[in-house]
């Protein structure tokens, strides 16, 4: 049994350090009160940091920002599972069952990829907010609404998308405050791009955004009418995704690497 004083950082979506997104994990053996995990989440500083506790079967996972705590996150996910592979919890042949506020995951290790299913998330067509290109200096083509209070952009090009500046406090204002903005890929071993702004959680830009593709992967497939893809996910760390509609569900597929763990004090 692990230190339940261990804390890990993870790099997601990545093989190699300081690339994709940075995540805090912790196994717990005891609950911890929500407000110590909101303050542990704060002092890690990054976009999340997943506290797991085994329940019997699988195990309970809660995910922090360093503002509030989110329902699913797809990359503290990942970087969980990796640390419970890594630490000799599971076996590389067995699957990994979290049960989050945001639904029941299932992740499996194949050689050094870990996919992850997710449920899809619903999107509305809608009109395109009247603040959308002063708050983020570009005009969509499609503009959508999505479950967890997400709204989608769809830009006419990867360039629109590269070099949009949101402003974050009109995104707030404006309720723009879980964004992500998309388009195809130039690339040709890329389906499409994206970048996620999610400033109401105190994450300005996400680096990369597992739980986002709940949504973009059923809206691309529909859009390129194909089943498996590729996302990129161009923030300045960046990540590259493999992911696909399974019936309902999503699979996100992703690398990941420990940079350290670290023994508590407190």
Known sequence: MINSKTIFQVDAFADEAFKGNPAGVMILYAPLSENWMQNMAAEMNLSETAFVMPNGKGYDIRFFTPAAEIALCGHAT?????????????????????????????????????????????????EVPLSFKESVGFEPVEFYKSDYNWT??????????????????ALKSNGLGHLMVTSEGNDRDVDFVVRCFVPDMGINEDPVTG??????????????????????????????????????????????????EAQLKI
């Not at 590389?92 to 069952?97: L, P, R």
């Not at 989050?100 to 290790?109: N, S």
């Not at 859009?223 to 696909?244: T, W």
Request: glycine residues 8%; charged residues 20%; contains cysteine.
């Open 78 to 126: 990942l970087a969980s599972a990796h640390i419970i592979y890594q630490l000799g919890l599971k076996a590389s042949n067995e699957h990994i069952h979290f049960k989050a506020k945001g639904g029941d995951l299932i992740i499996t290790k194949d050689n050094n990829f870990l996919t992850m299913t997710f449920p899809q998330y619903g999107f509305t067509k809608t």
């Open 152 to 169: 989608v952009a769809v830009a006419e090009n990867q360039q629109q998308v590269e070099q949009c500046q949101p402003n974050f406090e």
């Open 211 to 260: 739980s986002a593709h709940c949504a973009l992967t059923p809206l691309w497939a529909n859009k390129l009418n194909k089943g498996e893809m590729v996302s990129h996910q161009i923030s300045k760390r960046g990540g590259v995704l493999k992911v696909a509609v399974t019936g309902d569900k999503v699979e996100i597929k992703g690398k990941a690497i420990t940079v350290f």
